[in-house]
């Protein structure tokens, strides 16, 4: 299994700034994904983000808006930028398993409240 | 369109009782169905299952997958209060993407 962080974990911001997630992970992996989950739903797939490679955004989700870096194979960021109130969530980064093939494996997520 | 849907939404149940909790789907090109236990933030991952009719187990909780008729159960015995967590059922495909289900909210009374 992988060991994962995320900084902030939680944060209160007011709407038109934004936010840079930080994703930490204690081995290095291909494969790196973001996910949100606004209050009371399941899991959404903002953005698969590869090493070398521009981040592939799912439907719904645009590079302006969540831009994602990925420097190295153990580290990610997301920025949710221009916040407004619906993107209050929490922001979870998440690997592929080694192991155990088609796990994933989360950090322990971020929660955004924007005012 | 790809989807999973779980029932029941959500679940009370008191301190013993044995709760089974379902999970149908309909992905394209199916690779895998996976049970999840959420507390507070992050999914813990519980099961993965590939193969129709063979149970997976771990202390008081199970699971099975019908890949004919496309559905999971996850069973709980003996509920504890420590049980009481979301339960995400999720898929993937053979290109590696995840569907998540909406998740079942279980609350065991002590």
């Not at chain 1, 994703?23 to 949100?36: A, E, G, L, N, P």
Request: glycine share 8%; hydrophobic share 35%; charged share 15%.
């Amino acid at each position: 299994s992988a060991v994962i962080s995320q900084k902030p974990s939680r944060d209160i911001c007011q709407r038109g700034t934004s936010l840079t997630i930080q994703c930490q992970v204690d081995s290095q992996v291909t494969m790196m994904f973001w996910y949100r989950q606004q209050p009371g739903q399941s899991l959404t797939l903002i953005a698969t983000a590869n090493q070398g490679s521009e981040a592939t955004y799912e439907s719904g989700f645009v590079i302006d808006k969540f831009p994602i870096s990925r420097p190295n194979l153990t580290f990610s960021t997301l920025t949710v930028s221009n916040m407004s109130p619906e993107d209050s969530s929490i922001y979870l980064c998440s690997v592929m398993g080694g192991g155990q093939p088609y796990e994933q494996y989360f950090g322990p997520g971020t929660r955004l409240t924007v005012t | 369109e790809d989807k999973v849907v779980q029932s029941p939404l959500s679940l009370v149940v008191h301190e013993g009782d044995t709760v089974t909790l379902n999970c149908s789907y309909e992905v394209t090109n199916f690779r895998s169905l996976l049970w999840y236990k959420q507390e507070k933030k992050a999914p813990t991952f519980l099961f993965m299952l590939t193969s129709s009719g063979i149970e997976k187990k771990s202390g008081r909780l199970s699971s099975i997958l019908d890949k004919k008729e496309l559905f999971s159960i996850l069973n709980i015995t003996a509920t504890q209060t420590g049980d009481s967590a979301v339960y995400l059922c999720a898929v993937t495909n053979t290109g590696n993407q995840f569907y998540f289900g909406t998740g079942t909210s279980l609350t065991v009374i002590p």
